[in-house]
C-alpha cells in the first residue's frame, strides 16, 4: 500500500503545472541575460490586457532577444517594482520597454500601441549607455564618426578632457563613442539627426537632466562642452513646460 501511495505521489508531481514564475523572478532573469523586456502593466478587472499582450507577443517577434513580462500592479509581490516604474496611477493595461540595464526607454497606452510601436522603443546598446547615465544623474558627450578617421580620435581626446574636468568637480559626465559604420546604432543615429553622409564627426551633448544642449561638429574646446554640459535648457520657448 505504501509503495503505492508512493509511486502516485511521483506520478502526480511528474504532470503537476509548473508554478508560475513571479514578475521579480522573470525581470531578475531576463536582466541577468542582458535582454530588453515588453512589460505588460495591468491589473485585476482592466480591459484590453489579452489585447496588449497579443501585441506585446507581436513586437517580440520584431525583436526576437526581447522577453514578454506581465505585471499585475495590485499584486503586493510587485509593490517595488510599481514604485520603481511609477505606474501605481497610470492608465492600464500599460506596455514598458525596458532597456537591458532595467530602465525604461519607452512605453505606450493600449490605443497608441502597435507591434512596430513598442518595437522601434527598444534601444541601441549605445542608446542603453546613454539612458544608464542619464539615470546616474550623469551629463553625456556622445560622438558620433568614424573611428578610423584621425579627427575622431582628435574630437574624443577633446570630450575626455571635459569629461575629466567634470570628474574633477562634484558634476559628473560620460563619454559614449558611436562609430559610424556600425549598423546596430543606425537608428539610434537617426534619432539624434546625424548625417550619414557626414566624415566629420557630430557631438551631441545633454546635460544630467537629459536635455539636449548643445551639438558640435568642429572646433569644439572643453570649456564649451563642460558650459553646454552644465547648462539647464529651456523647455520650450519662453522657459515654461
Known amino acids: 500500500m505504501l509503495h503505492r501511495l508512493t509511486l502516485l505521489a511521483l506520478v502526480l508531481a511528474l504532470f503537476a503545472p509548473a508554478a508560475a514564475a513571479s514578475t521579480p523572478s522573470e525581470l531578475g532573469e531576463a536582466l541577468r541575460a542582458k535582454q530588453p523586456v515588453f512589460l505588460v502593466v495591468t491589473q485585476s478587472g482592466a480591459r484590453g490586457t489579452d489585447k496588449a499582450l497579443e501585441i506585446a507577443k507581436q513586437a517580440q517577434a520584431l525583436v526576437p532577444t526581447a522577453r514578454v513580462v506581465t505585471m499585475d500592479r495590485g499584486d503586493q509581490g510587485n509593490a517595488a517594482l510599481v514604485k520603481k516604474y511609477r505606474v501605481l496611477g497610470a492608465p492600464v493595461p500599460l506596455i514598458l520597454v525596458l532597456a537591458p540595464n532595467g530602465i525604461v526607454a519607452g512605453g505606450a497606452l493600449l490605443k497608441d500601441a502597435s507591434p512596430k510601436v513598442i518595437a522601434n522603443l527598444v534601444p541601441t546598446p ?110 520650450c520657448p519662453g522657459g515654461s513646460c
Open 126 to 235: 549605445k542608446k542603453t549607455d546613454m539612458l544608464g547615465a542619464l539615470q546616474a544623474k550623469r551629463a553625456v558627450f556622445v560622438v558620433f564618426g568614424h573611428s578610423k578617421l584621425s579627427i575622431h580620435g582628435k574630437v574624443l581626446e577633446i570630450c575626455r578632457k571635459a569629461f575629466t574636468r567634470m570628474e574633477a568637480t562634484t558634476q559628473k559626465a560620460q563619454v559614449i563613442a558611436v562609430d559610424a559604420n556600425d549598423k546596430a546604432e543606425a537608428k539610434f543615429r537617426a534619432e539624434m539627426k546625424v548625417d550619414p553622409l557626414a566624415t566629420e564627426p557630430m557631438v551631441v551633448v545633454l546635460n544630467a537632466q537629459g536635455q539636449k544642449t548643445a551639438v558640435f561638429r568642429e572646433g569644439m574646446t572643453v570649456e564649451q562642452l563642460v558650459a553646454a554640459a552644465t547648462q539647464k535648457a529651456a523647455c
